[in-house]
């Protein structure tokens, strides 16, 4: 044991220990020069040959490739509620690596969900035929995926060549029901191509962010869960709706004395059963301590409106986040069954779904790092 540990302490050594980034704090920083930064976290902010571990994860860095194992906070954009990947979740357990050269990045993620499921749950787990929305409703005695797994798995390609503009896409394929394969955690199987039928659950991402002068930056997100052609609306509303998420936001980075201020202003729509599906290994959530989740925007589906605030950042380790919103809340939410009968109102299905009420949320955030 004593040489396994010496031989540790000796490898940590001999690499330079690397800065992971873990917060949005270089992103803003780099805006204010002008610079587009990646909008995903953990991140190196430089590359280098190193190996690092600390209580919680195990992260090398061997240039063009990184990866990164353990329990940390990862957030997928460079919005405060971001829509396919966001810090809702208080933690993932899993990896996230990528490759990186002349402008373009590839990033991966994959992730291990906590979840629960009631004995009804499980039942239609295992016989999908009992539920209308099934994609294999018509194969009696079917037996379909319920292995007690559920993993998050996101293949992301950047484009920053340009360091005023940043353009991204991404595919998440969720894998529930079953232990995920090689092809469905190829670091470089992207473009939808992952999607397996009875056990997968995916959506398309894209994102951008444009600094057009110093300071400023204009950034976009989009996901797509399901999309059904307007002709044939009415022929599918048994099956999976429409079902998309947009978010267009801005903001300012002025450099004062010792801190930065950064005044944003963003903008959401959420689709009213984006997030959803009739499996709940299947659905777009996470739970922790018995409280379900969404993986993406951090208050769920069927929501529209818009946030304020600002970030102060301090030379000195302090930094000040203030919030507020205003929604428009629909009255379907991630625990609307998905046989519920509304479900066949696609009039409704870019929502608020009536009634509709107000949500509103004012925060503030203090964080000293010592």
Known sequence: MKKISLLLFLIITVFSFSEIVREKDILIKNINQGINFTNVTPYPSYFGNYFEVDDYTIHYNSKPFWIMYGKYTTDWGDFERNLYLSDSLPYV?????????????????????????????????????????????????????????????????????????????????????????????????????????????????????????????????????????????????NYKPTSLAYALGGRYVYRLDDYYLAPKFEYYKVYTWMYNRWQKLLKFTAEYDGVEIPVGFDYGNDMEGFLFGFDLLFDWNLKVKFLSEFYKKGAIDLNTSYSDERKQDYENWAGPYPPVSDFIKLSLHFEINY
């Open 93 to 237: 357990v899993g990896l996230t690596g990528g490759f990186e050269n002349k402008g373009v990045k590839i990033i991966f993620g994959v992730y291990d969900l906590n979840f629960e499921l009631s004995n009804e749950e499980w039942l239609i787990q295992k016989t999908p035929g009992i539920d209308g929305n099934s994609d294999r409703r018509g194969l009696d005695g079917y037996k379909g995926y319920a292995e007690p797994y559920k993993t998050y798995i996101i293949h992301r390609i950047e484009f920053d060549s340009l360091q005023f503009l940043r353009v991204s896409f991404s595919e998440i394929n969720l894998v529930g029901g079953k232990i995920p394969d090689l092809v469905d955690v190829n670091p470089f199987g992207i473009l939808h191509n992952t999607y397996g039928e009875g056990y997968s659950n995916t959506i398309l991402g894209a994102d951008f962010s444009l600094i057009p002068i110093k300071k400023l930056q204009i950034y976009g997100q989009f996901a797509m869960d399901d999309f059904v052609v307007p002709d044939t609306e009415a022929g599918a509303t």
